[in-house]
């Protein structure tokens, strides 16, 4: 996480270096900043640049400054308001997004008192934002109905066929309509329909192996990527990674597709294509080309870690498969 700590005051200077370094110890990538006229025009910059500021400051002059700035909680960097004293460190904006932990850090390494008013951690209970982190899932959709119903005690459950560590109930996917509860989480990479207000989170766990003719442009990657994703009826956002052999792997459409599409870039090597080939339908052409006789197909295999391969997708001189592989929750192995 990329922090910026902005003082205003000498004093205040004292307890940003304090803070600066109780985040360092968390591995958080810190900066500290004095503050200087215009306030405004700076913070500006730190919100679009960081992921959280820390502001040694009066809460006045953070909640003036930032307001005007402000677009969505799912792009507002996390905000938190430590006073000159270092005697409360208080959550300010997006407290689900990190800011309540990042204000308990803080409370806990600098002596001080956590100010956190959140409904669902007042109550000490997990959030839809927490149970994303935790996991290491991508939420699709806004979490204000779901983390509603939590704070108010109805019944919520988690549908998954994925293991997920969460204190809410979780059932496979198979139940849902099946289950009596006011909302539910529906974690899977495949795009089902889901009761309106219910929360949809996409596990990273799909790898697309892609083989192309020499030059191919990355808008023809990215169009055959997701073309084949749609054709196994898989959700964008659970792709974690594109797979291919070396000699593709040097290719700049390719290239720029994966950091387009911000995903890993993984090299399977033709050896290792070789001993699995006879799995897959194999071309002549293709093999005297680039010594194997397949290349979409085994390194969506392969790239995977020998997931099973979902989906197919040929054209335009681009070859494209897709696999899962198995999630492993942050929280634990699978």
Same mark, same amino acid.
């Given at each position: 996480?990329?922090?910026? @700590?902005?003082?205003?005051?000498?004093?205040?200077?004292?307890?940003?270096?304090?803070?600066?370094?109780?985040?360092?110890?968390?591995?958080?990538?810190?900066?500290?900043?004095?503050?200087?006229?215009?306030?405004?025009?700076?913070?500006?910059?730190?919100?679009?640049?960081?992921?959280?500021?820390?502001?040694?400051?009066?809460?006045?002059?953070?909640?003036?400054?930032?307001?005007?700035?402000?677009?969505?909680?799912?792009?507002?960097?996390?905000?938190?308001?430590?006073?000159?004293?270092?005697?409360?460190?208080?959550?300010?904006?997006?407290?689900?997004?990190?800011?309540?932990?990042?204000?308990?850090?803080?409370?806990?390494?600098?002596?001080? +008192?956590?100010?956190?008013?959140?409904?669902?951690?007042?109550?000490?209970?997990?959030?839809?934002?927490?149970?994303?982190?935790?996991?290491?899932?991508?939420?699709?959709?806004?979490?204000?109905?779901?983390?509603?119903?939590?704070?108010?005690?109805?019944?919520?459950? @988690?549908?998954?066929?994925?293991?997920?560590?969460?204190?809410?109930?979780?059932?496979?996917?198979?139940?849902?309509?099946?289950?009596?509860?006011?909302?539910?989480?529906?974690?899977?990479?495949?795009?089902?329909?889901?009761?309106?207000?219910?929360? @949809?989170?996409?596990?990273?766990?799909?790898?697309?192996?892609?083989?192309?003719?020499?030059?191919?442009?990355?808008?023809?990657?990215?169009?055959?990527? *997701?073309?084949?994703?749609?054709?196994?009826?898989?959700?964008?956002? *659970?792709?974690?990674?594109?797979?291919?052999?070396?000699?593709?792997?040097?290719? +700049?459409?390719?290239?720029?597709?994966?950091?387009?599409?911000?995903?890993?870039?993984?090299?399977?090597?033709?050896?290792?294509?070789?001993?699995?080939?006879?799995?897959?339908?194999?071309?002549?052409?293709?093999?005297?080309?680039?010594?194997?006789?397949?290349?979409?197909?085994?390194?969506?295999?392969?790239?995977?870690?020998?997931?099973?391969?979902?989906?197919?997708?040929?054209?335009?001189?681009?070859?494209?498969?897709?696999?899962?592989?198995?999630?492993?929750?942050?929280?634990?192995?699978?």
């Amino acid at each position: 996480m990329r922090v910026t @700590v902005v003082y205003v005051t000498s004093p205040g200077r004292r307890v940003a270096e304090r803070a600066a370094e109780v985040l360092r110890e968390e591995g958080c990538e810190v900066e500290v900043w004095r503050a200087r006229a215009p306030v405004s025009g700076m913070m500006e910059l730190l919100v679009r640049k960081c992921d959280a500021v820390v502001c040694v400051m009066a809460l006045g002059i953070v909640v003036r400054t930032i307001a005007p700035l402000l677009r969505s909680k799912h792009s507002d960097p996390a905000v938190v308001c430590v006073d000159d004293a270092g005697r409360f460190a208080i959550s300010v904006v997006s407290g689900h997004r990190g800011a309540n932990r990042l204000a308990e850090i803080l409370a806990e390494g600098l002596g001080a +008192r956590a100010v956190v008013t959140t409904s669902t951690s007042t109550q000490g209970l997990e959030c839809a934002e927490e149970f994303e982190q935790r996991n290491g899932l991508v939420m699709e959709g806004d979490a204000k109905q779901i983390n509603s119903a939590i704070a108010n005690r109805r019944r919520v459950a @988690v549908f998954s066929d994925l293991r997920v560590c969460t204190a809410l109930e979780v059932y496979p996917l198979k139940m849902m309509g099946r289950v009596e509860c006011d909302a539910g989480i529906v974690v899977t990479p495949e795009l089902l329909e889901v009761p309106e207000g219910w929360l @949809v989170m996409r596990p990273c766990c799909i790898v697309a192996g892609v083989g192309a003719r020499r030059g191919v442009e990355a808008e023809r990657v990215l169009a055959a990527v *997701s073309a084949c994703l749609e054709t196994a009826n898989l959700s964008s956002l *659970s792709l974690c990674a594109i797979a291919t052999i070396p000699k593709k792997a040097e290719e +700049r459409g390719i290239q720029e597709a994966a950091e387009r599409l911000d995903v890993e870039l993984r090299v399977v090597e033709p050896e290792q294509i070789l001993q699995v080939e006879h799995r897959f339908r194999c071309s002549e052409f293709v093999r005297q080309k680039v010594g194997v006789g397949a290349v979409a197909e085994p390194c969506a295999y392969l790239g995977s870690g020998g997931g099973r391969v979902l989906g197919r997708y040929a054209g335009g001189g681009i070859r494209v498969a897709v696999a899962e592989q198995t999630f492993i929750s942050r929280c634990g192995d699978n």
